[in-house]
């Protein structure tokens, strides 16, 4: 992982340059992932976050607060409870291994002083924040508890002795000479590459720094470096020991061809050459929260609303083979002539067909040719009989064939509000966004009323943007915004966006009587098209006409409305006017 020790050397570094001292304010638990500590210092308030998020744990200052749940956890009580209003008084790394110390002075609920830490656990999936007592010890509890279930040879569990990781065996650069590592590793497998060599064997390094000493010495050298190359090593080696003592580096941040960051480092990384681009950046906290930000707002996000995809996946399900079965249904019905045909041939012979028969032969006076058909019967009951049941049949299909047409009508509907009500979950970016949703559905019955007083959250407006000419654009955030927006919100001379035939924001582009050009209309339409379900696509088809052309029909479900004297624009889909 790009977060290896050394870069969380100079973290720590960072933490105790700014906020050494400083009182903890206020404490947040995001999700079950992550703490953020409110630290207040003489130069204000700042957001430590701690991470044991598998795929990006991490320690460092946030610009951006996670937003909180309206209760917050367990561990976020006790946290609040044993360290609100501690001080940090030091910050301690385990060597240059992925463990960090916070060490606080708290005072306990009998004005006593204790000393409480909190260890952060940076070890990939499984990285975990754990509250110790630094006068015992003793674990006060743990973000994630292991237990007998989880591992065998490690427990991390409330009023038991915290121990550290299993060692790896690797050799500390601030213990370690150059000339001891590089032994280590010439101990390895002769056609070792270097770089792997070297990752076996120094102590807090992680891929790209292996592969950044490597290039540096001799790209693509093995393990058995000789002559002019040991010396070449040696020097590399030691230049980052003097990085690692003295906290010298400066943060980097490679990014893919798209522009996506790819990986950071606390050196400049040369080995790319000029196929990929790679900038220095300013401070190392900036650099891991930046890296980090907008995919952990996209999994913070998956996390919260995954019991809402999981009820309206299955109910797009569950509604489309209902539809599926119901159109099967229907396809059978439109053989219902022949019944009444049956019934009418059988009728007509009735003389001719006797009691007990299996099956009646009668000339086919519908067809042209006058020829003969075979009709199966009811030995059972009498040819009369016969006749009415083929008479019901045909009655039966006829009204099954009408009243099929409207339950498919309605289920297609149905089918595609749940379908635009996961499009609106999948773009929330806000859990009061999806309370929101979680309110539409329980009015329409999808979602039982939650029992108890809830807390009410505050509700959100449309988001709002501004056009390079001045002129204001409203994007409905969910179905039941997207009605009060188009159909009380805004005037019959604004102009209404949608996307064509694709689940998407209603956009509304005021217009204040004024006449909107064409560069206006467009960068509306690229909202329109960036705030629905083809985000991802390009020359996206984009409706709009006046608003006093949408109109809403009679029963229909919330966000459904139709239009006329619309355009149509084509797109790329765009996040900003």
Known sequence: MALDGIFLRHIKNEIISEALGARVNQIYQPNRDELVLVLRTFEGAKKLLLS????????????KTPENPAQPPMFCMLLRKRLGGGKLVNVRQEGCDRVLFLDFECTNELGDLEGLSIVCEIMGMYSNLIVINRDTGVIVDALKRVDLTVSSRRFVLPNIRYELPEPQNKLNILVHTPEEILAAAKNLEAEMPLSKALLRVIEGISPIVARELEFRVMEGATNRVEGVLTDKLTERLGELKSLTESC??????????????????FMPVLQYGGYLKAEETDGFSATVDGFYEERDARERMRVKS????????????????????????????????????????????????????????VENYYDENGAVMRIKLNPAISPAANAQRYYKEYQKAKTAETVLAEQIEKGQAELEYLESVADAVNRSDSERELSQIREELTEQGYLRQPRGKQQKLQKLPPKEYTTSDGFTVLVGRNNRQNDLLTLKTASKTDLWFHTKDIHGSHVILKTDGRQPGEKALLEAARLAAYHSKARESSNVPVDYTLVKYVSKPAGAKPGMVIYVNNKTLYVDPAADA
Request: hydrophobic share 30%.
């Open 306 to 361: 995954h019991s809402l995809q999981k009820l309206l996946s299955n109910l797009i399900d569950r509604t489309s083979r209902k539809i599926n079965k119901q159109r099967a249904e229907l396809s059978q019905c439109g053989n219902r002539e022949q019944l009444r045909i049956c019934g009418d041939l059988l009728h007509a012979n009735l003389y001719r067909i006797e009691r007990g028969a299996e099956y009646a032969d």
């Open 248 to 265: 010298s580096g400066k943060p980097c941040v490679v990014y893919r061809e798209d522009g996506r960051p790819m990986d950071f480092c």
């Open 52 to 63: 044991s998020r598998a795929n990006s744990p991490r320690v460092n200052f946030c610009v």
